[in-house]
C-alpha cells in the first residue's frame, strides 16, 4: 500500500498488489508512440502485418481483474511494463463456523471430462497472428480435423474456392486488415448460405454482432481462450 505512492501513477489507488514487472534494453518507444501504444487498432508494423489488438487486450484483461499496468520508457535505454494486481488474501475460517456452511457458499461447477472433442470435419480457420494461427491448426489437427489456414479474409475466399467450397466449418477473427470476419461471413454465405461459422474476438459478441443479418447463425470464441475452449466451440457449431 505505502509502496504504491513511490510510483508517479496518478491513478494508482494505495492497496495490496503483486507487481508483475517486464523490462528490456532495447530501443525504447518514442514519446509519442508510448500514448497510444494501449489504444485498439494503433500499430507500428506496416499494413497488413498486424492489427494493433494484443496490448489493448492486455491493458482491457488487466482492468478487468482491477488492476493497472504502465509503460515506463526512455529511447535509446529501454522500456519497463508494470503490471498490478489485486492481491487475493484467503479468508480463515473460524474453528467454530461449521464446515458444511463454507462449502455450500460455492457450488461446485459439474465438471464435463466424458466430452469427446475429436472430429473429422474440414476446418478453414482465418487469423493474421501467426502464433494464434499456428497454436489453432495444431489443436485442431491433434484432435483428427483437416484443417486449411489463412492469414486474411480475402485469402480465406481464395482458399474456399480452390477447395470447391468443401469447408464444414469456418473459424475467423473478427479484426482484420483488407477485409474483417463479418464481411467474410457475408462473402461466403453469398456462395454457401448455410455455412458453419465461427467468430474469435477480444471485443463483446455485441460490438460486432448488431452489424450482421439478423438470421446469420455463428459461435463465438472470446479471446484470450484456451485451444481446449477452441475445440469445444467448433465441435458445438458443427453439432448444432
Request: charged share 25%; net charge negative; with cysteine.
Amino acid at each position: 500500500g505505502e509502496e504504491c505512492k513511490s510510483f508517479a501513477y496518478r491513478e494508482l489507488t494505495p492497496a495490496d498488489y503483486v507487481l508483475v514487472e517486464v523490462g528490456d534494453t532495447g530501443s525504447g518507444i518514442a514519446p509519442d508512440v508510448l500514448k497510444k501504444i494501449f489504444e485498439p487498432f494503433f500499430t507500428t508494423k506496416e499494413v497488413g502485418k498486424g492489427t494493433g489488438l494484443g496490448l489493448s487486450m492486455v491493458y482491457g484483461i488487466i482492468k478487468q481483474t482491477g488492476g493497472f499496468i504502465y509503460c515506463d520508457s526512455e529511447v535509446g535505454k529501454g522500456t519497463v511494463f508494470r503490471i498490478f494486481l489485486p492481491r487475493h488474501v484467503a479468508e480463515v475460517k473460524k474453528a467454530s463456523e461449521p464446515v458444511e456452511t463454507a462449502a455450500a457458499a460455492v457450488p461446485a461447477k459439474p465438471v464435463d471430462t466424458v466430452k469427446d472433442l475429436s472430429g473429422s470435419a474440414t476446418v478453414l480457420l482465418v487469423e493474421d497472428e501467426d502464433a494464434v494461427r499456428m497454436g489453432g491448426v495444431r489443436a485442431l489437427t491433434s484432435r483428427g480435423y483437416t484443417v486449411h489456414e489463412a492469414s486474411s479474409g480475402v485469402e480465406a475466399l481464395e482458399v474456399f474456392e480452390a477447395l470447391g467450397g468443401k469447408v464444414d466449418i469456418v473459424v475467423s477473427d473478427v479484426v482484420m486488415p483488407e477485409m474483417d470476419g463479418p464481411t467474410l461471413l457475408g462473402e461466403l454465405r453469398k456462395r454457401q448460405p448455410d455455412i458453419k461459422f465461427v467468430f474469435v474476438s477480444g471485443y463483446a459478441e455485441d460490438a460486432f454482432a448488431k452489424n450482421l443479418p439478423a438470421d446469420a447463425h455463428f459461435g463465438f470464441l472470446p479471446k484470450p481462450f484456451s485451444l481446449k475452449q477452441l475445440a469445444t466451440i467448433v465441435k458445438d457449431v458443427l453439432e448444432s
